[in-house]
T-cell receptor, first 114, second 114 residues
Framework: DTGVSQDPRHKITKRGQNVTFRCDPI?????LYWYRQTLGQGPEFLTY????????KSRLLSDRFSAERPKGSFSTLEIQRTEQGDSAMYLC????????????FGSGTRLTVV | GENVEQHPSTLSVQEGDSAVIKCTYS??????FPWYKQELGKRPQLIID?????GEKKDQRIAVTLNKTAKHFSLHITETQPEDSAVYFC?????????????FGRGTSLIVHP
């Protein structure tokens, strides 16, 4: 196991509901990243944290998306008022504070909005 | 922002043949180029990377070349084996708010026939 844990692995939700995903990075990694991956595409960057500071959030897809990392350890990604277009795999990755060489990805949370 | 183009989208080879996947990028500030392998239903895993001060890097059957002038880089797999079958993603990393955030290509589905 590579050490980045994501929960849940799968989430099915009805359109309009809010969902929250959790990511636990490798313990010594102080950088944490969220990506979205849709079928047939590469991962698409959403946001990242260094410790508890969210250093880049302009790529979040809309104001319905938000992320937190309150104590610089685990992180949560929340999607409010889900839409069918939000269905995707949400990947978390972490790295040491050395220019992000060599991300370690988690297994992802697959979201299906019905 | 960075834009990464990856070709081909699908590559089918016979076991023992070589496979080459090519990527181009747009941002001359990118200086870190990782390659990830993603097996069906699994997380992307780093297989090799190259930094802009190096033109070529090799690790057993895998090699990556980088031409910064032309802004393209390639992955070469020799003596392919069925277990090499997966989706391969290239990425280029410009510095964004203090971190090198990879922008991924759309992926190449490599199929190695026994």
């Amino acid at each position: 196991d590579t050490g980045v844990s994501q929960d849940p692995r799968h989430k099915i939700t009805k359109r309009g509901q809010n969902v929250t995903f959790r990511c636990d990075p490798i313990s010594e990694h102080n950088r944490l990243y969220w990506y979205r991956q849709t079928l047939g595409q590469g991962p698409e960057f959403l946001t990242y944290f260094q410790n508890e500071a969210q250093l880049e959030k302009s790529r979040l897809l809309s104001d319905r998306f938000s992320a937190e990392r309150p104590k610089g350890s685990f992180s949560t990604l929340e999607i409010q008022r889900t839409e069918q277009g939000d269905s995707a795999m949400y990947l978390c990755a972490s790295s040491l504070d050395d220019h992000s060489y060599g991300y370690t990805f988690g297994s992802g949370t697959r979201l299906t909005v019905v | 922002g960075e834009n990464v183009e990856q070709h081909p989208s699908t590559l089918s080879v016979q076991e023992g043949d070589s496979a080459v996947i090519k990527c181009t990028y747009s941002d001359s500030a990118s200086n870190y180029f990782p390659w990830y392998k993603q097996e069906l239903g699994k997380r992307p895993q780093l297989i090799i990377d190259i930094r802009s001060n190096v033109g070529e890097k090799k690790d057993q059957r895998i090699a990556v070349t980088l031409n910064k002038t032309a802004k393209h880089f390639s992955l070469h797999i020799t003596e392919t084996q069925p277990e090499d079958s997966a989706v391969y993603f290239c990425a280029a990393s410009p510095k964004t708010r203090g971190s090198y955030i990879p922008t991924f290509g759309r992926g190449t589905s490599l199929i190695v026939h026994p």
